[in-house]
């Protein structure tokens, strides 16, 4: 039942119950994309059980605290952008939007391997100016660039259109014929399209890079800006258990749902390892792609078979440890190099400063040796930035994560699903269902939140 705003039909605030037996809705999952739907729910007064195989939130997003250092380090680097406005709804919930960082208009620095560097940055204009002068400013591009650059409004609405039919591309086929002169501009786009997508070019669906660069082209000035955490990661979800707590819900950690359980045609519960099983009229699964079909009994499984095979796509970054600040710039694109992006993370205790790196679709390294990558980054940050040849390194770590992000194919759009299923209560959530977005961290927080709202 609901009320007539929508809301689950259940008193607000209750006291917590420890543990909860009759929880409204179980949301599977801690991640992003469980954590948005949580707390919607509760704040729209559902008594919310949250179940997470881990002893931790965040999923595949995460940070720790290192054993010999004592700092909170992120297991990657993650940027994230002003106009993500799902995630900045989460964090103004949990009072947490202190925790980001973000530039007051897009400012990006380039250094292009042997040629140099130049910055692209966008004055406090209304759109489309902010970006015109920007790209005129862009002192690394050729003018036949500029001029390519001045016309990618235009070219990504004619390819929203098409694939509005049903049509897509590869990136690199959508940039191909961008015009003589424009290498360029096709290297800035190419780095751009792997750290959004996390997926080689040639492969990647166009069109989800296109939606994110028209929302970025779109968006007022002073939403244009790039953000990273202030300090970890995880600080952007903090007190996510005392918000559900406060609202009569709980989180359970090391909690592993085996299944659903399913009446007919009409979700009733999960199952658990080594506990019983929890009943609710409502659930949403923000498990892995590759686990949602474990979850199902076949006959409602088999809609999934396809995504659920879809490959992961790993992203490799490093941690390297200097005696002093090396960067120019909070984050630089770097091209040329098998290095894609450097981050000054900032002071880390006294005569301790930190840059991280980041080589998304890391194909080719999620299986090399970490001494290798950790000499290679550590010659392209010298050879790049001449801060660092003058500077001590103290440290440096590297972080694999094989599974960061399913991959973002052409193919693997036509099988994300949407949140509803066929089975009367239960939804799907995740950055691997259809939200029209690459698998980012606003692509899970918009599907939680597309969950959440469909629970009645």
Known sequence: MSTPQGRPNVASHRPARSPITDPDVIVVGAGFAGVAAATLLAERGARVLVLETRQRP??????WTDPVTGEVRDNGQHVLASFYDETHRLLARL?????????????????????????????????????????????????PSRLAALGLQGRIHS???????????????????????????????WALAIAALNDVPGEASATLFARVLGRLLAAPSDRTGLAMPRRALGDLIAGFEDYLAARGGEVRYRATALGTRIDGDRITG?????????????????????????????????????????????????????????????????LGTRTQWAFDRGEAGAGRFRVGTVRSAAFADAERDVDVIARETEADLLET??????????ETRVYKERRATMRSTTAAQRVRPGAETAVRGLYLAGDWTDTGLPPTIEGAVLSGHRAAELVR
């Open 58 to 63: 965040g999923g595949r997003a995460y940070s």
């Open 95 to 143: 009072g947490t939007a202190d925790a980001l960082v973000a530039d007051p208009a897009f400012r990006l620095r380039v250094e292009v391997r042997h040629r140099g560097g130049y910055e692209v940055a966008c004055p406090p204009w209304p759109a489309p100016f902010n970006w015109a002068r920007a790209i005129m400013g862009a002192g690394g591009l050729s003018m």
């Open 159 to 189: 390819l929203l259109a098409r694939n509005g039919s049903g049509a897509d591309t590869t990136i690199q086929s959508w940039l191909s014929d961008l015009g003589r002169g424009t290498e360029d501009l096709e290297g800035l786009l």
């Open 270 to 334: 999960v199952s658990l390892l080594g506990g019983a099983p929890v009943n609710a009229g409502a659930v949403i699964l923000t498990v892995p792609h590759e686990r949602i079909t474990w979850m199902l009994r076949p006959e409602f499984a088999e809609p999934y078979r396809d995504v659920a095979v879809v490959p992961w796509s790993p992203i490799v970054s490093t941690m390297h440890v200097f005696d002093r600040p090396v960067l120019p710039e909070r984050m630089v694109a770097l």
């Open 385 to 394: 930035f001449p801060g660092a040849r003058a500077a001590r390194l103290l």
